[in-house]
Each structure stands twice: as C-alpha cells, then as structure tokens.
C-alpha cells in the first residue's frame, strides 16, 4: 500500500500507511458513539466527533513513542532505523539489520512495552488531577488504559509481538538462535489461530466487528511471524557465506572508453548492469548500462559516470550485502576492499541461492 511521510524524529521517517485511515475512521466512531457518550454524556454530537477525531490522533502518537522505544534503542546498538510506519494494526519500525545477540534483541524487544507503562503511569496520575465526568478525565483515563493494555498485549510471548522477540532472546542464550526462532515461532502460531477461532466465536454469537477484527488480526500476526521467521533463517544460514564467493569480476573500464565499446564488447562480455569505471581524478565510478541506451555509440562514457554511493566488501557476509542492496533499492553493487574495486555483486544471484536453498527446504 502507499505511504506518506509525516515527519522525521530523531533521524527516523515517521510514515502512514494508507491502512492508516481505516483505523482512524473506526476509532473516530468508536469514540463518538460508544465512549464519550458514555464518560461525558452531556457533550453534542459535534463536539464528540472533534473530540473522537482528536483522541484517535493522540492514540497514535502513543503507538509512535512506543515505535521509538524499539528505534531509538536500536541506534544505540549502531543499526540504521530507516523509518516507523503506522498502519491499521498500529506501528512498526523498519530496521537495517536483525539483532546480532540476544540481550540486543531483549532490549529492543522490551522497549516499546516499557515506554507503554510509563505513558499508562502518566496518564494515570495526571487524571488524579482533573474532574471525573470532565472530557479531560476522560480522554487521560482511556489512554491510561490503552498504553496499558497494549503493554501487556505485546508482552505476550507470541512470535513477532515483543513478547515473543524477548522470549527467543532469552532461549536464543541456551539453544541457539534457530531452535529458539522456531520455538516462538509455534508460539506466535498457537496464539494467532487462539485469536482466530475467538473471533469466529464472536461471529456465531452476531458479534461481527469484534470477530472480523480478531480474524484479521490473528491472521496478520500467523503471517507475520513466517515472514519473520524466513527472514531469521535465512540471516543465519547466510552468514556463512562471503560476499566474494558470489561477486562478479569486474575489472574498471577508463573515462574515455567509446559507448559502443561498452555496449557491445563490456556489457555482454560481464554481464552486468553496472559497470565500474575509472575517472579522469582516478577516482572509481559505476555507468549504469541503462544510460547508455539511444545515445551516439562514438561518444565517451565520462558524461555517464555516476558517484558510487553503495559498496560492500568482499568479507561482508552474504546476508548484510542483501540488506545493504535493499536499503539502497539497488539491483547490483560495487565491491570495494582497500581502495581497489573487485567487482560487481548482483541481488539475483542472491535470491537465485535463497530459491535453492528453499528447494532444499532449508528455509
């Protein structure tokens, strides 16, 4: 779906999916109709839809501080949170990397909870100070009890809730991390179908909003932990590997190679996309083969030349190299070791290895 940024906080872009909306909208009614013409019955319908439209915002902006517990802590670890994203199901931060040890996954695992329970003891003693029926009152106590419901809910220990991510940290120190992987993985996958069947319960009884919500909910967490768990397979079983095993051998062409010498010699001969090159400053660059496509084949590549903002090393493991390609939403990289470019490591060739192991089911 399509996202839009709001902000950047601390370095992090802060975005909304467009799920977004339909949970504002929901929360909107729910506010309006069910909640404050219950705590402040004397408000008009108005006034409760500002107010219901207000509350489901500062809802939010709850669901972000407890995104920024996770982000936060995970930059003190040294990885790259490329943004926050809140959607229909809440929020999630996007993460360079998985966590190398397991008291790094438990303390990212348990900051968003922790920063939860101290919004809920805020709010908390901040009703103390306000009228109860009063709309303030009311809003502090719903957010009192939010922060505090959504603390416990993710301690629960179900793979890919916080809960779970702390209970395959503290397993992870005894077995391993796959064996504790799949451990939380079974336990993220009882509690989903737990919630699937509530909800269809929920459906028999006629309450049709509480058992869609569940069904959904359930199934996203059941489809989540997968995708989460392949992604953690896949990270241990390629760490093994080195870049230079699946690299190209590209050796730099000259500033004032001819594009026909490129296109017609270079290209097929390599079989790459992106071709490093060698500056008139002896500096490297990459020609993207792309640029050189309907352009006068007697002209020199220098005005293609390109600055290299991505590279990995030849001793980076195969699984930080595919992070580093996705987080620069590249297809082939250069590979660079002491000032001397080997060559040009391609994403297919990665996921042609992620396929094979698939096959092998060891994925």
Known sequence: MKTFKLIKIFGIDVKLDA???????????????????????????????????????????????HELGHSL?????????????????????????????????FLIAIAGPT?????????????????????????????????????????????????????RALLWTKFGEIKATKFALFAGGVFAYFMMIMGALYLITGEFLNGI??????????????????????????????????????????????????????FPFYKVKTLPAIGKDGKFYIIDIEDLHNVPENLEIEKFLKH???????????????????NCNLEEVPVIYKNTLLGIIKRSVIEEKIKELERLKEI
Request: hydrophobic letters at 50%.
């Open 19 to 65: 799920s977004w909306f339909i949970i504002f909208f929901l929360l909107t009614y729910t506010f309006t109709f069910f909640y404050y013409p219950y705590c402040c019955p004397d408000t008009n319908l108005f006034f409760r839809i500002i107010l219901g439209a207000f509350s489901a915002v500062f809802w939010f902006l709850c669901i972000l501080l």
């Open 73 to 105: 802590t995970a930059k003190k670890f040294g990885f790259n949170v490329k943004e926050i994203i809140l959607f229909v199901f809440g929020g999630v931060s996007v993460i360079s990397h998985l966590p190398k040890k397991p008291y790094q996954e």
């Open 115 to 167: 920063v939860s329970f101290i919004l809920a003891i805020l709010f908390f003693m901040l009703s103390l100070l306000t009228t109860e029926g009063s709309i303030l009152y009311g809003l502090l106590n719903f957010l009192t009890v939010g922060n505090f419901i959504l603390g416990v809910f993710n301690l629960i220990p179900a793979f890919p809730l916080d809960g779970g991510r702390i209970l």
């Open 213 to 266: 919500w569940l069904i959904v909910l359930g199934y996203f967490i059941k489809k989540s932990a997968e995708n989460n768990y392949k992604h953690i397979i896949t990270k241990s079983l390629f760490e093994k590997y080195k870049t230079e095993q699946f690299m190209h051998i590209v050796k730099p062409i000259f500033y004032d190679t001819k594009v026909s010498d490129v296109m017609n010699y270079y």
């Open 308 to 326: 290299i903002e991505c590279f990995v090393s030849p001793y980076d493991d195969i699984f930080s190299t595919y992070e580093k390609l996705n």
